[in-house]
């Protein structure tokens, strides 16, 4: 590959010069041209009209020391300890968290002593009045706000010396370099010499030993089988591909206590986790993992790509992004939007990941809303290029995954204007970078910075100034434009056309439903497994504590999200069935589905780890226990690929539209399961008891009672407004709360369809039955939850009771089978946490000095 323009060099050459940039990234950027802001999305500060004055809605808020409070905020704004930043025209103040723990942890101490020298904790230890314990809080909530280590600190520290009653001035003079104690910390260490503890002898006694639960549980069905449901396909390429990261030390193996794990090391800062993410990239290239993600085709070959991203997520949500932004995005944008010309010169080289690509849609100022995205493309038939163009700081591409570093090209979103004419939005291969990582001109690229997850990702920006493109450059699978100038498309209503061109793009939307579902199996193998070790209080003198699962309440925490899990991975292997076999007849029905279970099994997801992290107490929050540091990774996808709340709106639209249709064309529903529509309305008994509740045909009925009413209230709110003169996209948007209920209504009863539908295809016998208690607690789980039901009154109150306790005698009946029910997660040990096996002997000294 020759300088920006072309493609022409050794694709061999190429690849070796973009690996080895890879690996040694590129430290100076060549100059950047200017462009200038347009007003095309525009920042408007709110209009402030309040009808109370804020100041004193302030002081009831923070009732006390609003001075005190005012004078910390402003010694803290104008330190550079304080780690200051200029955004625009504005200052911000917060910590780099960019650095390693062990940066952080010193200037935490340089912050103290800071706010020590001035004063800040004058009184804390000596004072004892009212007034004084007030100022404390004050200013002790102001540094919360800043910085939760830096109160933690200060927190522990005070109470510590709280102790010292016979030294207490030590404290208060703080850790400056007046202070008599010198350094607060240092004393608190001698007091507890770490160091000296190498010389002592620390014996194991019997006071808490770790059982196996492997040893005292049960199982009554066959794991390999349940497994073989749950993955449903591409077994033996999982386990190959678990074996590859195990045995291999790029993927940072680490033994603690007498296990051996894997997982990346999010100690290292957001650079040192870019470099590694390429290397692991570049390591899988040489294993063979990506043949035939490009070039080869059928449902096979995406079943198999599917089954080693489910793995490669459990790993490391950044390596995911990263493949993910380069084969599915990039390349599934070659397969699907363009054509053979296309498909001949891109889709080898990006299977040998002989360049790197990635794919810019979302900008500055839009997100969801793809259609109104800002960035132009014009057509110059003299010279029979595009020109692509950032007209505007809100057009800016942005959260473009691989863009900040290593990426050569970019498929790039964009209006296309011909002739004056707005054709609406299509897709061009731009070249970013050349060979050598420098950037190609007229191109900006900024990087995205630090994020809450996904720190091995270079999140990227990207501006266009009149950048000049191929012809041959537009993916013209929907749409061309001829050397003269001249539009073509066989698809003349824009609209239908905007829908073509965007129906490829729910691969990403499948992918990510399913892969949220493998991260709550990793939080539920590793918090059940604790529970089943870890114990808590005796229930009387002398008796032993009581394993954690065995609490009533800890099963009610983790066990309905267990049901939930087994459910929504059906659902989930039902999705993949559909997208693999898609024909033109059958996009709607992806598009509805993958929009609802996206956000569903997402936000499961976020909901399980949340849970699973409290579960397991303060272990929970150690990073090398996975289940805590997995919420900030995994936290993007409720709006990656669409927010979710948006989603869940398409949703009810779709179901709108469909029962409009039965209406105008005077027929019967058909797909998306709502044939229950054509028959009459289901019938709930007045009084249900836990028996009838356990009955599929009461719970199929019940979910299609909840969806067939709020299908109808929703048509007739929209109706109503519709009649008031309103259009349909207000009265949409009046309609929020119905279509939000309508459109979770239609996901959980999809859920509940396919697990029936896994359930009955197995014969009588111990996996059946448990399959069915599990499908029974999701179904009760869900009637339980959602308000809905009682809303609306598919449930009377007493009937909501019944179902309460339904769930808890389902949670009791399915506590012996909790550890065979994730063992049939299939997850290697080594993709786990310590806490997940012996915890004592992964925390005891010997382990420390490993």
Not at 248 to 261: D, L, Q, T
Request: hydrophobic letters at 40%; proline letters at 4%; charged letters at 20%.
């Amino acid at each position: 590959m020759a300088p920006c323009s072309s493609t022409s060099e050794d694709q061999i050459t190429f690849r070796t010069k973009i690996l080895h940039r890879h690996l040694h990234p590129v430290l100076s950027l060549p100059p950047q041209p200017r462009i200038s802001p347009s007003p095309c999305i525009n920042y408007s500060t709110p209009n402030l009209t309040s009808i109370f004055d804020t100041s004193e809605m302030r002081s009831i808020l923070d009732s006390h020391n609003i001075d005190h409070r005012d004078w910390l905020f402003n010694i803290m704004i104008q330190s550079s300890l304080f780690n200051p930043s200029i955004r625009g025209h504005r200052k911000f103040i917060c910590p780099d968290y960019n650095q390693s723990m062990e940066q952080q942890r010193e200037i935490t101490v340089k912050r103290i002593e800071y706010l020590s020298d001035r004063g800040v904790f004058r009184g804390w230890l000596t004072g004892d009045t009212e007034e004084d314990e007030l100022r404390k809080m004050a200013l002790n909530e102001v540094i919360a706000i800043y910085d939760h280590s830096l109160a933690i600190k200060l927190d522990k520290e005070f109470r510590l010396q709280r102790r010292e009653v016979d030294k207490p001035n030590l404290w208060e003079c703080g850790i400056g370099p007046n202070c008599e104690g010198k350094n607060l910390l240092l004393m608190a260490s001698q007091e507890h010499p770490v160091s000296s503890l190498s010389a002592l002898s620390l014996t194991s006694s019997q006071c808490f030993t770790y059982s196996d639960p492997h040893l005292s549980e049960t199982m009554i069905f066959d794991t390999k089988e349940m497994r073989a449901l749950l993955d449903m396909h591409n077994i033996d390429d999982r386990d190959w591909l678990y074996n590859l990261v195990t045995q291999n030390s790029v993927f940072n193996p680490r033994k603690i206590g007498s296990r051996v794990f894997v997982s990346p090391d999010y100690n290292q800062c957001m650079e040192q986790q870019r470099e590694l993410t390429m290397k692991r990239m570049q390591y899988l290239v040489r294993q063979g993992f990506f043949k035939g993600w490009m070039l080869d085709n059928g449902a096979e070959v995406e079943l198999r790509r599917m089954a080693l991203n489910e793995v490669v997520q459990m790993y490391d949500h950044s390596l995911a992004v990263m493949l993910g932004a380069h084969y599915f995005l990039w390349g599934g944008a070659i397969q699907f939007f363009g054509t053979k010309r296309h498909h001949d010169k891109w889709l080898k080289i990006t299977e040998d990941y002989g360049m790197m690509g990635c794919f810019a849609m979302t900008e500055l100022g839009h997100g969801s809303n793809v259609r109104g995205i800002e960035t132009i493309t014009t057509y110059d038939p003299n010279t029979e290029e595009f020109i692509v163009n950032t007209p505007c700081e809100s057009a800016q591409k942005y959260w473009i995954g691989g863009a900040a570093k290593h990426a050569t090209h970019t498929v790039v979103f964009s209006q296309l204007n011909i002739n004056g004419k707005d054709e609406g939005v299509h897709a061009f291969i731009v070249q970013i970078r050349d060979e050598d990582g420098n950037i190609c001109p007229n191109i900006r690229i900024a990087d995205c910075g630090h994020k809450i997850g996904l720190n091995g990702v270079d999140n990227g920006r990207i501006w266009f100034d009149n950048v000049r493109i191929p012809r041959e450059n537009l993916l013209n699978s929907v749409a061309d434009v001829s050397p003269d100038g001249q539009y073509i498309s066989a698809i003349k209503d824009p609209v239908q056309r905007f829908a073509a061109f965007l129906a490829p793009l729910t691969s990403g939307r499948v992918n990510i439903a399913v892969s949220s579902i493998y991260i709550s199996k990793v939080g539920l193998a590793t918090a059940i497994r604790y529970a089943l070790s870890r114990r808590a209080f005796s229930l009387a003198p002398n008796e032993p504590e009581v394993l954690l699962l065995d609490y009533p309440s800890h099963q009610r925490r983790l066990l309905p999200l267990l049901a939930k899990t087994y459910a929504m991975s059906f659902a989930g292997n039902y999705l993949k069935s559909i997208y693999v076999k898609r024909t033109p007849e059958t996009n709607k029905l992806i598009h509805v589905v993958s929009s609802a279970l996206k956000a569903t099994l997402t936000w499961h997801n976020m909901r399980t780890l949340q849970e699973c992290r409290e579960a397991c107490g303060g272990q929970g929050v150690k990073t090398e226990n996975r289940v805590g540091h997995l919420k900030g990774e995994y936290d993007v996808q409720l709006t990656f690929e669409g927010d979710n709340n948006v989603l869940m709106q398409q949703v009810s639209k779709a179901l709108f539209g469909e029962y409009m249709a039965t209406q105008k064309q005077n027929r019967p529903f058909k797909g998306l399961w709502m044939e229950h529509m054509n028959g009459p309305l289901p019938v709930i008994p007045a009084q249900l008891t836990g028996s009838i509740l356990r009955s599929s045909q009461i719970q199929t009925d019940i979910f299609y009672l909840r969806e067939r009413d709020l299908l109808t209230r929703f048509v007739a709110e929209i109706s109503a407004h519709l009649k008031q003169g309103r259009n349909k996209e207000y009265a949409f948007l009046l309609a929020y709360q119905l279509a939000e209920d309508l459109g979770r209504a239609f996901a959980d009863k999809a859920i509940l369809l396919t697990s029936l539908e896994a359930e009955a295809n197995l014969p009588a016998g111990p996996l059946k039955d448990v399959l069915a208690l599990l499908r029974t607690l999701y179904a009760l789980t869900i009637l339980e939850e959602d308000s809905s039901f009682l809303r609306y009154g598919y449930l009377s109150v007493e009937n909501a009771a019944v179902v309460r306790q339904e769930v808890i005698r389902l949670c009791s009946e399915l506590r012996p089978h909790a550890l065979s029910l994730v063992s049939s997660f299939g997850i290697p040990d080594e993709f786990l946490s310590p806490i997940a096996f012996d915890w004592i002997d992964a925390n005891s000294w010997s382990s420390v000095q490993q």
